[in-house]
């Protein structure tokens, strides 16, 4: 039997892409600090357009 957790599966077709996106905005958000949290915004639109490219 299998819980079903997503764990690391890629969910989308340019997930890898989508994660070179977003792992330096969440460590400029989270580690370096001083960061708003507005700036995701910006990443989700990155994200969005990468996705949709």
């Known amino acids: 039997m299998q819980e079903g957790y997503p764990g690391n599966k890629p969910l989308f077709k340019k997930d ?3 994660q070179q996106i977003t792992t330096p905005a969440l ?3 989270f580690v370096t600090g001083n960061t708003p949290v507005t700036y995701m915004r910006e990443i989700a639109q990155q994200v969005t357009a990468k996705m949709r490219a």
């Open 27 to 29: 460590e400029k958000l």
């Open 16 to 18: 890898g892409e989508a």
